[in-house]
């Protein structure tokens, strides 16, 4: 099994408040990605990192934000969360070229 | 850029029948085409794989077909279990030096009835 972890699991939180979302790999992976994941199931890759200090928007338009310090760390940040922001979360991670390692995933409910 | 259709949407066989996913891609450079299964409460796991220089790739009761020509690939299932009902995504990449960035197809529920 893969060692990537997300937390929280789940979050239930109100309008306007910032919120942080956790990822973290150890295995040493210098790619890592976000994704939203809608209720039909459909994947949107938000965000990737091709390593330390790289970021980039992906396909999909997210107010969010990300940072890249350390290499095991992929942490997502919402600054005033709305309903619109509800979803799942996935982070992801790869070596050049290969398979794409998920997380559990992060269900996030903005009130 | 890529764009990756998937179908059915959903998918019910009864056990032991097979289960037939079929996916086309739109950039003939891709050379990549990872299939997922979700499993609910959980992320994606790769359950098989297929690049451009093979037509077939099996691994026990899973087999993946690429047509490069036709650009579509398709995921085979047989002697379905309860075990397998899921969702499943294909996947296309260019996987070129810049990494392996996955351009999914957008699912298929499948179910199986015991």
């Known amino acids: 099994e893969a060692d990537i972890y997300q937390t929280p699991r789940y979050l239930v939180i109100g309008t306007g408040k910032k919120i942080t979302l956790e990822c973290s790999q150890t295995?040493?992976?210098?790619?890592m990605y976000w994704y939203q994941q809608d209720p039909g199931m459909e994947l949107h890759l938000i965000h990737y990192?091709?390593?330390?200090?790289?970021?980039e928007k992906g396909d999909l338009s997210s107010e969010s934000t990300v940072s890249r310090i350390r290499t095991e760390h992929f942490p997502l940040t919402l600054e005033s969360a709305r309903p619109s922001h509800t979803s799942q979360y996935l982070c992801?991670?790869?070596?050049?070229?290969?398979?794409?390692?998920f997380g559990p995933g992060t269900r996030l409910t903005v009130l | 850029g890529e764009n990756v259709e998937q179908h059915p949407s959903t998918l019910s066989v009864q056990e032991g029948d097979s289960a037939v996913i079929k996916c086309t891609y739109s950039?003939?450079?891709?050379?990549?085409f990872p299939w997922y299964k979700q499993e609910l409460g959980k992320g994606p796991q790769l359950i098989i794989d297929?690049?451009?220089?093979?037509g077939e790739k099996k691994d026990q009761r899973i087999a993946v077909t690429l047509n490069k020509t036709a650009k579509h690939f398709s995921l085979h299932i047989t002697e379905t279990q309860p075990e397998d009902s899921a969702v499943y995504f294909c996947?296309?990449?260019?996987?070129?030096?810049?990494?392996?960035?996955?351009?999914f197809g957008g699912g298929t529920r499948l179910m199986v009835k015991p």
């Open positions: 990192s091709y390593g330390v200090n790289s970021t």
């Open positions: 295995m040493g992976h210098d790619k």
């Open positions: 950039d003939s450079a891709s050379n990549y």
């Open positions: 996947a296309a990449s260019i996987g070129s030096n810049a990494g392996n960035m996955l351009t």
């Open positions: 992801a991670s790869s070596e050049w070229r290969e398979e794409q390692f």
């Open positions: 297929i690049r451009s220089n093979v």
